[in-house]
């Protein structure tokens, strides 16, 4: 399998791409709107297909490129069925494996940073979306949040993987890049160490965080599966424009 971590700097988000070398079929997680060109020129590079994009939630902090990316290349959307999104091609749940030529991905529905939120395991790697970040979680205060979900998403379901298995994040915004099951169930501070569940949720209900600045515009055009909404001002248009891109006037 080929993989590549792909960073976001806009939002701190990591895209992954999963390519199948016997089948040149090729995936993009969580991609971004600003940096879905990137992404295409990376695939194209490597002589795959995208056949798929899948996210792992409804975003409330950048616009995902899937809607562009089918657009441009004639991928297909999958995304978690529980969302119930109009836009979907491919509703996927846990128990179902998305199948990408000779690679398997089997989502583990992992919910409390929002409802519907899926991690996703790939062979002895885990993408975990917002549930579990390195050193830290989701914050749980938005979209149908629950710190008590997500403890279970977590300590109960992620934590069950083998050590082994390395953790790759959606974001990361200290340079971060990799990390293992082992190594969060020892030193994550919000989860590991065998924090018991009601330390948990009294810490995510005391952090007490900003009102995320892109939320109003994301939530509205993550659920079209990635369209820029109108309105979006000036001081937040990179989150829609391209990567490299300069805005005239
Ligand atoms: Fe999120």
Not at 115 to 133: K, P
Request: charged residues 20%; aromatic residues 8%; glycine residues 8%.
């Amino acid at each position: 399998m080929l993989f590549r971590q792909l960073f976001e700097p806009v939002s701190s988000t990591y895209t992954y791409l999963l390519g199948c070398e016997e089948t040149g079929q090729a995936i993009l997680i969580d991609p971004v709107l600003p940096t879905w060109q990137r992404d295409l020129e990376e695939i194209n590079k490597l002589g795959l297909t995208l056949v798929y994009t899948l996210d792992t939630h409804i975003h409330a902090d950048h616009i995902t490129a899937a809607r562009t990316l089918k657009r441009e290349t004639g991928s297909q959307i999958a995304h978690p069925a529980i969302d119930a999104l109009a836009c979907i091609d491919l509703p996927i749940s846990e128990g179902t494996p998305v199948q990408v030529g000779e690679i398997r991905i089997d989502p583990l529905f992992t919910p409390g940073h929002t409802d519907g939120h899926h991690a996703y395991q790939v062979g002895n790697r885990v993408l975990t979306g917002d549930a579990l970040l390195i050193d830290a979680c989701g914050r749980t205060d938005f979209q149908s949040g629950d710190p008590t979900a997500l403890y279970h998403s977590v300590a109960g379901k992620l934590f069950a993987l083998p050590d082994e298995t390395l953790v790759y994040p959606a974001h990361d915004y200290e340079g971060r890049w990799v990390s293992s099951i082992a190594q969060e169930k020892t030193r994550n501070p919000r989860l590991g160490g065998d924090r018991p569940l009601d330390s948990f949720v009294e810490l995510m209900n005391a952090l007490d965080l900003a009102y995320p600045k892109f939320i109003d515009y994301a939530l509205p055009g993550n659920r079209e599966c990635g369209v820029c909404p109108p309105g979006v001002p000036d001081n937040l248009s990179q989150y829609c424009d391209q990567i490299g891109e300069s805005r005239q006037g």
